[in-house]
């Protein structure tokens, strides 16, 4: 299984990115799918995750809690990340993470996508 990652790119200061990953190869399930980031000269840190269902419970970090929206979309495989006013100490390579199990009574696996640059600068 591998995790694809799209959407980034380049917004001033007070727009709007929607992130996407989708899992791609043998997928038996998907439970929790996270995204994370990491900054210039910062660790990587965990930014929000999803449980279960499409509507399952989400968690954030504090930094983007009320302007990051993470959802999932289980018959795509996929995840997203919708991020509004954005700021500078936005910008990071973000990584899709995803705990999948690859076939019927399989192990369960974690993965990462390959990150994808989100740049807020005007």
């Given at each position: 299984?591998?995790?694809?990652?799209?959407?980034?790119?380049?917004?001033?200061?007070?727009?709007?990115?929607?992130l996407s990953?989708?899992?791609?190869?043998?997928?038996?399930?998907?439970?929790?799918m996270r995204?994370?980031?990491?900054?210039?000269g910062k660790?990587?840190?965990?930014?929000?995750?999803?449980?279960?269902?499409?509507?399952?419970?989400?968690?954030?970090?504090?930094?983007?809690?009320?302007?990051?929206?993470?959802?999932?979309?289980?018959?795509?495989?996929?995840?997203?990340?919708?991020?509004?006013?954005?700021?500078?100490?936005?910008?990071?390579?973000?990584?899709?993470?995803?705990?999948?199990?690859?076939?019927?009574?399989?192990?369960?696996?974690?993965?990462?996508?390959?990150?994808?640059?989100?740049?807020?600068?005007?």
């Open positions: 299984a591998n995790l694809v990652e799209s959407g980034g790119g380049l917004v001033q200061p007070g727009g709007s990115l929607r990953c989708v899992a791609t190869g043998t997928v038996f399930s998907i439970t929790t995204w994370y980031r990491q900054g210039p660790e990587r840190e965990l930014v929000a995750s999803i449980t279960g269902g499409e509507g399952g419970p989400a968690t954030y970090a504090d930094a983007v809690r009320g302007r990051f929206t993470i959802s999932r979309n289980n018959a795509k495989k996929a995840v997203y990340l919708e991020m509004n006013r954005l700021q500078a100490e936005d910008t990071a390579v973000y990584f899709c993470n995803a705990d999948i199990q690859r076939i019927f009574r399989g192990a369960r696996d974690n993965y990462w996508g390959q990150g994808i640059q989100v740049t807020v600068s005007s």
